[in-house]
């Protein structure tokens, strides 16, 4: 189980030199505007992911006049210490250094929603990859190898095609072949995996969330043209052989598993027809069914909330945070600090943020 227990942010944005002890299940972090809310959910985001949803810049990051940023947290019995400069990255678990971010995020699980991010019905492709893949990677062993594998296969693939060289490319093709159905398979079992979550138990759960609501539904789509059996590997080869007139001039592979989306429907009504409630709606049922599917295999992620007041009602807010604690996960939320008697009921740990200094409340 995902627990932060203490938590020490330095130097990153505005957040200098702040510690804090969360609760197990909600906290709740109050602030105006520009005071650290989102740097917050943006740290708690980047020790787990070694990235930030935000920016790529990490001279964004760092605090004016200095040369790196620290978050050293107590995730269940591991210490989790990342520090970041522009020379290099050191990210240690007990003191032991790791090579890559996959462990990290094998330890800190994070799910996040936000109000330019969060919301994927309707959304970019690339958007919902991430949320799909993000899913994928905590349940399925062998994808992360196969995804790093593909990448690598179509950047040699994009490569010769640029450079017009033909001698390579049919081994290449097959390497892709193999690697893009084994990709395919791996999100496919997953979306089976949700579909059977997403069940009445999970529905009456939310229930809060909806007017009425009689299916809802999402496909996967592969990202191979509808002539292609993504899921057999000669299927795909055989495409690409044909198609290598076209791809050479094209000087690139427009097609698999990186350009695959998910299209989502409600009571059989595609998801470009709803209204932007409505994709609100579905796009967090989503997430937390994922949240949901991983409890039930027994890994409980850190869901981080940003500033979703602006979006949702005081209604659906509590529905989402009323079942999260029911999940058991812990859940880091900020807001404005309007009236939020409505989430009482849910013991929250409140915090309050002022020009980057956290206190409790």
Request: aromatic share 12%; charged share 25%.
């Amino acid at each position: 189980m995902a627990i932060i227990r203490k938590l020490a942010i330095t130097q990153f944005r505005n957040l200098n030199q702040q510690y804090i002890e969360p609760g197990k299940q909600l906290n709740l972090f109050i602030a105006d505007n520009a005071q650290g809310k989102t740097s917050l959910i943006e740290a708690i985001y980047y020790l787990g992911h070694n990235r930030s949803f935000k920016t790529k810049s990490l001279k964004e990051l760092i605090e004016l006049d200095q040369q790196k940023f620290q978050l050293d947290a107590q995730v269940d019995d591991y210490r989790v210490k990342l520090e970041k400069s522009k020379q290099k990255t050191n990210i240690n678990i007990d003191q032991s250094r790791l090579k890559n971010s996959s462990e990290l995020s094998k330890i800190l699980p994070i799910q996040i929603i936000t109000p330019d991010k969060g919301f994927i019905v309707n959304g970019t492709p690339k958007n919902k990859r991430s949320y799909l893949d993000w899913g994928v990677f905590h349940v399925e062993p062998d994808f992360l190898l196969n995804f790093k594998n593909y990448n690598k296969a179509l950047k040699n693939i994009n490569t010769l095609l640029s450079q017009q060289k033909q001698q390579e490319l049919d081994y290449w093709f097959l390497e892709i072949s193999k690697l893009s159905v084994d990709i395919n398979q791996s999100r496919s079992n997953y979306i089976e995996q949700l579909k059977n979550t997403n069940s009445s138990e999970l529905i009456q759960e939310l229930s809060g969330l909806f007017n009425t609501i009689d299916s809802f539904n999402y496909e996967f789509k592969s990202g191979w043209p509808k002539e292609v059996n993504a899921f057999d590997s000669d299927s795909v080869y055989q495409y690409l052989l044909k198609n290598k007139p076209f791809l050479l001039k094209a000087k690139y592979l427009n097609y698999g598993p990186h350009k695959a989306s998910l299209k989502f429907f409600l009571n059989e009504k595609e998801e470009c027809f709803l209204s932007r409630g409505e994709q609100k709606t579905l796009s967090i049922i989503f997430w937390l069914t994922q949240v949901s599917m991983l409890v039930k295999n027994n890994i409980y992620p850190i869901v981080l909330i940003d500033d979703i007041s602006s979006e949702l009602d005081t209604t659906k807010i509590k529905t989402i945070l009323h079942y999260l604690n029911y999940l058991n996960v812990q859940t880091f939320m900020t807001d404005i600090g309007k009236d939020l008697s409505f989430i009482k009921d849910e013991n929250p740990t409140i915090f309050k943020i002022n020009k980057g200094v956290i206190s409790t409340q």
